[in-house]
């Protein structure tokens, strides 16, 4: 056989065969792609829970700031008190403020109270996420769904103790629901009840 046919006959076998050293380069390049896009979907996931409870932490620090406001209401600074609970209101709590709060006033107003109080737990019961009520979860009908698209049920307990005139001092324990809505951004309450 002459020379020039062997040279090309080991050319040929050469470029038709996938050394080892392909083979693994080839398991390699997988493996790293693989391990790249498992990498991103768990920082993904690691994001979303992060952002996920801080917007829970600022739901319930609204929540407890405005509580803190509403039981620790005095004669001194009833209207004050009135006027920052009213900002931080949305929806159909804020128009029906006056009537839903009205108790509170002149109960302040006739005792003459010196009132103290103070948050003790605020935990999240539930999150909205579906306004229209697809999902099958109850949704605040205190807030239209063009005006947010979550509200979180916020669970407050506190205790005020209140001292009128020659009276020995009242303890009053509140459990309140709230309902914590995003509007532009900013949590705003929109719901109001008391718990038994």
Do not use: C
Request: net charge negative.
């Amino acid at each position: 056989m002459p020379e020039a046919d062997q040279v090309t006959q080991s050319q040929g076998r050469r470029t038709g065969v996938v050394s080892g050293f392909g083979v693994a380069s080839a398991v390699l390049a997988l493996a790293a792609v693989v391990a790249a896009a498992v990498i991103a979907l768990m920082w993904s996931g690691h994001r979303a829970a992060v952002s996920e409870r801080t917007y829970q932490a600022r739901s319930m620090q609204a929540a407890a700031e405005w509580t803190g406001v509403l039981i620790n209401m005095n004669t001194d600074n009833v209207e004050g008190s009135l006027a920052t609970l009213r900002d931080g209101t949305v929806g159909e709590l804020n128009s029906g403020f006056d009537a839903s709060i009205a108790p509170y006033r002149e109960v302040v107003k006739t005792l003459r109270s010196r009132t103290t109080g103070k948050v003790e737990s605020v935990s999240i019961e539930e999150v909205h996420r579906d306004p229209d009520g697809q999902s099958g979860q109850r949704t605040p009908a205190s807030l239209a769904p063009e005006f947010t698209d979550r509200t979180d049920t916020v669970l407050v307990v506190a205790t005020s103790v209140s001292e009128n005139a020659g009276a020995k001092p009242t303890t009053v324990r509140w459990n309140l629901r709230l309902g914590v809505s995003d509007v532009d951004g900013k949590p705003m309450i929109s719901r109001l009840e008391s718990v038994k």
